[in-house]
């Protein structure tokens, strides 16, 4: 999943990004108000982290903003400020949780679960393709009862496949939601997880259920043939 950090605090913002990051989440990060509207109405994001005093555009214009274009992205306040009439500002402008400055991570990563299952929920709590299982709120994969381990990334590259699973769906694509948008390594990264997934969820089970077609991308689907 990706998400957007619109934090004028940079150590802090670059805090967050890294905690996030290692949990397999992209992360994008704008340090001023402007900026983080724009990002937020170029980009899909999956949540959005958003402080309330920024520079050149406040944290409840923008989410005002989004709000008035339908735009119903997962919106956590953040803020240094602590009264009811703040926090009832920021969720009359849209936003979904408020949390106040100085916070915990751990509080943090909570509200943030809660926020991106909450979401799911209201779509699809579990994707089954065939006897493969992904939980997106609780980041678990099972093939025919058995628990598959991956790693953050692994999961995150799984899981954008899953939620289009029958599409196929592109090295760029998949890029754009997995890794964050600074990332400017060797885009055939896609490769090997892709390479890794195949291994874990795959072949143990004698199945192909990741396919690669051919100059377009990947389809994960669950007739995609039995290795013989």
Not at 178 to 197: K, M, T
Request: charged content about 25%; aromatic content about 6%; glycine content about 8%.
């Amino acid at each position: 999943m990706r998400l957007l950090i619109v934090e004028d605090e940079k150590r802090l913002a670059t805090a967050l990004a890294r905690g996030l990051a290692a949990e397999g989440f992209a992360v994008d990060l704008a340090h001023d108000g402007v900026t983080g509207l724009h990002m937020a109405q170029e980009q899909d994001y999956d949540l959005i982290v958003l402080d309330i005093m920024l520079p050149g555009l406040n944290g409840y214009r923008i989410c005002a903003q989004l709000r008035a274009a339908e735009d119903d992205t997962p919106i956590l306040m953040l803020t240094a400020k602590d009264g009811e009439y703040d926090e009832a500002e920021g969720l009359d402008t849209g936003a979904d949780d408020y949390l106040t400055k100085p916070f915990s991570y751990v509080v943090l990563q909570a509200r943030i679960r809660a926020l991106l299952r909450r979401r799911t929920r209201a779509g699809s709590t579990l994707v089954r393709i065939g006897d493969l299982t992904v939980n997106p709120g609780a980041k678990r994969v099972e093939r025919a009862g058995t628990d598959i381990t991956l790693t953050a990334k692994e999961f995150a590259v799984l899981e954008h496949l899953a939620l289009n699973a029958g599409q196929v769906v592109s090295k760029a694509d998949i890029l754009d939601h997995v890794w964050d948008f600074a990332y400017d390594g060797d885009p055939n990264i896609v490769e090997v997880y892709i390479s890794a997934l195949r291994r874990k969820i795959d072949a143990p089970f004698g199945q192909r259920s990741i396919t690669t077609v051919r100059g377009a991308g990947y389809r994960l689907e669950s007739d995609g043939g039995r290795h013989v």
